[in-house]
């Protein structure tokens, strides 16, 4: 069941930012100032430079979306719960619970497809 709703999710967010990539392409057509007008060009939201972060921005959800990748922010004070409630959702002890602080640096988990043990790097 959460298979298929996964799935349903993920192809309504792929349609809608394939129709937000649509409308952009749509802005880069139109053009940004009317012939004979000599009023200074502004950076709007719509201008070339910023369409073209927003098609690499597209692209990159799109990519995302794809290969099911997501960000969940776990936040929380100390010894809240936030290790134990993030193993509960990987399934497994990714990460220590004791009765000290443990994870006090901001920790990035990744899930690579294949690899069955957790690998730890500091940067």
Not at 13 to 25: D, F, Y
Not at 52 to 63: Q, Y
């Amino acid at each position: 069941m959460y298979t298929q709703t996964l799935y349903e999710l993920s192809q309504e967010a792929e349609r809608l930012l394939q129709l937000s990539r649509q409308q952009l392409q749509l802005l880069e057509k139109m053009p940004l100032s009317v012939p004979g007008d000599d009023a200074p060009q502004l950076a709007l939201p719509w201008s070339q430079p910023n369409i073209a972060e927003r098609h690499a921005m597209l692209n990159n959800e799109l990519r995302k979306i794809s290969r099911l990748e997501m960000v969940l922010a776990i936040v929380g004070t100390m010894k809240a719960g936030k290790s134990t409630t993030i193993n509960a959702i990987v399934g497994t002890e990714v990460l220590p619970n004791r009765n000290r602080p443990m994870t006090a640096l901001p920790t990035l988990i990744r899930h690579t497809p294949g690899q069955k043990e957790p690998v730890l790097h500091f940067s």
